[in-house]
């Protein structure tokens, strides 16, 4: 922590959970999406980040995806990754759980986050014609909409919009990392979206000790508020717990 100490509250030993929001990712320069940065051609996130929106304009938003691929591909993790991953290698039962789709976190070994919303760097087919999921890392994608290799449909960004359920097995491992920890940290997340934002409350009813790290103190019900840029917190914070 540069000039200012950090005081942490007693750490209890024991499993830690913790769920990353895009404010893990604001240092290395990708938009938050509530923060000022978050709009694109004057939409917000909510209104393109849906079925309805794809269904109507899938042009419109594969532009949209295409851009933060292609602003993404230039970014690197920062200390706050390395932090996580440091962490998730040194403390046994440590489980990383991740809302961001930037693939950031898992360029960091052995970091291997659950992805509660899926990943921008993969996608599937638009029309269900049962081929599974594929990457593509390309940073802008030739043709837009993409389309599928099997049928030649619609591909769709593997991603989770709002409306639609989050992959069963990420939910329940992430679900039960939270009810099993011991310490709970919240970084990086405005504690808005749902169900993600539920395992806050899960992890404390559950009798973890919950943190939150956000230079702007949350609606989020927790135990302590460590409040600073997790880029400059998670370091000192991860020294303290392995
Ligand atoms: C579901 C993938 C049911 C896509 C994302 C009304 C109508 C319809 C739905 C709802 C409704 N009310 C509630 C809902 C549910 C809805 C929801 O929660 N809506 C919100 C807006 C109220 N949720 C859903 O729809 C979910 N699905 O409920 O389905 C269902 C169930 C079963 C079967 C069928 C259906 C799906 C939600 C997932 C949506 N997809 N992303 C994409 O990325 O394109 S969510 C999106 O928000 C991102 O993943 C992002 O990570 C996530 C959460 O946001 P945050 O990470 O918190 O980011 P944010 O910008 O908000 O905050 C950044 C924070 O960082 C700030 O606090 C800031 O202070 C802080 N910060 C800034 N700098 C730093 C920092 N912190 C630390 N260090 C820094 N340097
Ligand atoms: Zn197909």
């Known amino acids: 922590m540069v000039g200012r100490e950090l005081r942490l509250p007693p750490l209890p030993a024991g499993p830690v959970a913790v769920l990353c ?13 509530r923060g ?7 939409h917000r996130p909510e209104e393109l980040a849906t079925p309805a929106a794809f269904a109507r304009d899938p042009r419109l938003v594969w532009e949209w995806y295409d851009w933060r691929r292609g602003l993404i591909a230039g970014c690197r993790p920062n200390a706050g990754h390395r932090a996580l991953a440091r962490l998730a290698g040194s403390r046994p039962g440590t489980t990383l759980i991740s809302q961001n789709v930037d693939g950031l976190q898992e ?18 087919c638009a029309g269900g014609c049962g081929r599974g999921e594929w ?16 049928c030649g449909g619609l591909a769709r960004p593997a991603v989770v919009w709002f409306g639609e359920g989050l992959p069963a097995g ?3 491992r992430a679900a039960a990392a939270a009810s099993a920890c011991a310490l709970f940290l919240a970084v990086g997340t405005s504690a808005v979206v749902q169900p993600a934002a539920g ?16 230079p702007e103190p949350t609606a989020a019900a927790v135990d302590h508020r460590l409040v600073g840029p997790a880029e400059e917190i998670l370091p000192a914070l991860v020294a303290a717990l392995v």
């Open 135 to 150: 990457e593509d890392r390309r940073p802008r994608l030739p043709e837009l909409p993409p389309r599928c290799p099997d």
């Open 170 to 172: 990420s939910w329940r």
């Open 199 to 214: 395992l806050i409350d899960l992890a404390r009813s559950a009798g973890a000790v919950t943190i939150e790290v956000n």
């Open 36 to 42: 000022p940065a978050g709009l694109w051609r004057r």
């Open 107 to 124: 360029r960091v070994p052995p970091a291997r986050p659950l992805l509660l919303h899926g990943s921008i760097w993969r996608l599937r």
């Open 21 to 33: 929001g895009a404010g893990l990712a604001a240092a290395s320069g990708v938009p938050t999406f």
